[in-house]
């Protein structure tokens, strides 16, 4: 499935949404307590100050960088640095309130920005690839 079909399924929310994607995509194994442990990161009336869509993609590089382990991984924290920054270079912002201001529209709620957040997690890993 794609991360709009998933978010526009009305059962999930941003942050939700864009972590069920990257497991389907990535095979991470995401357990149902991982999706409720980053449920309360994004979506409806309890939207955070950071955007529920880039916590979202952050939970799911964690599951990629760290897997099972106890411990930081070596290049974790920046990995993590340099995924909110191309987030906030793309979409201006890191703010969930200045997001919702700019992109959120009444019928896909804030779809564009869930979008982005899974395009930018897949440009991120496939450049760390190379």
């Known amino acids: 499935m794609t991360v709009r079909e998933i978010f526009l399924d009305g059962n999930y929310n941003c942050a939700e949404a864009v972590l069920l994607w990257a497991d389907e ?6 357990a149902p307590e991982d999706v409720r442990l980053v449920s309360g990161f994004g979506g409806g009336l309890g939207c955070g100050e950071n955007c529920g869509a880039l916590l979202g993609a952050l ?21 993590c640095g340099e995924l909110v920054e191309r987030f906030r270079q793309d979409l201006g912002s890191i703010e969930c309130a200045q997001l919702k201001e700019k992109y959120r529209r009444p019928d896909v709620r804030c779809l564009y920005v869930v979008e982005r957040a899974a395009a930018i997690l897949e440009e991120y890993l496939r450049e760390r690839e190379k």
């Open 59 to 79: 939970a799911a590089l964690s599951k990629i960088l760290v897997a099972d382990r106890a411990h930081l991984t070596p290049g974790f924290r920046e990995a």
């Open 25 to 30: 995509r990535y095979g991470l194994g995401v």
